[in-house]
């Protein structure tokens, strides 16, 4: 089983629309969660941490279900500059090491 | 966050050559790693790269195959010895512990995207 799963995707959707994706962990002794954003051809770049039970920052909104194990990404109001994969990384909890997910790509049409 | 440069950027190499590629950073990390991500696939990190001592290599890589330097906190390379078309990849380097910043958040190099014929 891979520690962190996501929804490959795609998710199309138009412009203003509201768009969200969950990422599965398999780790229980996780302490930290973050998405990364990471456009074609370039590096991740961070997004959000996502600690607690969760964060907003402007239209992104993340959740964190421990119970369940999963962090979910909710991004309103969409932009075309909000198409993108979308990486879910989780701290192993034993270690330092962040594991990543395969991404969720999301592509926002005019 | 800081101003992570490498070099190169992107090169074409022929199989049984060595590629050192450069990561440099622009102010004191703690830590600096170092990933592979194949086309179409997530990163899987090759290494974290010790000042001072040798690197720690994940399952699956060697450091006959990949060996890695990091003389100071700012600097660390990455070699892909006697390659393979398999190397084919973007090999990026990421740090964390920067200061002012939650331990365990990365940030990521622009990558060098290698091919080899």
């Known amino acids: 089983r891979k520690e962190v799963e996501q929804d490959p995707g795609p998710f199309n959707v138009p412009e203003g629309a509201t768009v969200a994706f969950n990422c599965t962990y398999s780790?229980?002794?996780?302490?930290?969660f973050f998405w990364y954003r990471q456009d074609c051809r370039k590096e991740p770049k961070l997004l959000m941490s996502?600690?607690?039970s969760g964060n907003e920052d402007g239209r992104f909104t993340a959740q964190l279900n421990r119970a369940s194990q999963y962090i979910s990404l909710l991004i309103r109001d969409s932009k075309l500059s909000d198409s993108a994969t979308y990486l879910c990384?989780?701290?192993?909890?034993?270690?330092?090491?962040?594991?990543f997910g395969a991404g969720t790509t999301v592509t926002v049409r005019a | 966050s800081a101003v992570i440069s490498q070099k190169p950027s992107r090169d074409i190499c022929q199989r049984g050559t060595s590629l050192t590629i450069q990561c440099q950073v622009d102010?004191?990390?703690?830590?600096m790693f170092w990933y592979r991500q194949q086309p179409g696939q997530s990163l899987t990190l090759i290494a974290t790269?010790?000042?001072?001592?040798?690197?720690?290599?994940e399952s699956g890589f060697v450091i006959d195959k990949f060996p890695i330097s990091r003389p100071n906190l700012t600097f660390s390379t990455l070699t892909v010895s006697n390659m393979s078309p398999e190397d084919s990849s973007i090999y990026l380097c990421?740090?964390?512990?920067?200061?002012?910043?939650?331990?365990?958040?990365?940030?990521f190099g622009p990558g060098t995207r290698l091919t080899v014929l």
């Open positions: 780790n229980s002794a996780s302490q930290s």
């Open positions: 996502v600690y607690s």
């Open positions: 790269a010790n000042q001072g001592s040798e690197a720690t290599y």
């Open positions: 990384v989780v701290n192993g909890g034993v270690d330092y090491k962040l594991s």
């Open positions: 102010s004191q990390v703690t830590m």
């Open positions: 990421s740090v964390e512990g920067l200061a002012g910043v939650s331990t365990d958040t990365q940030y």
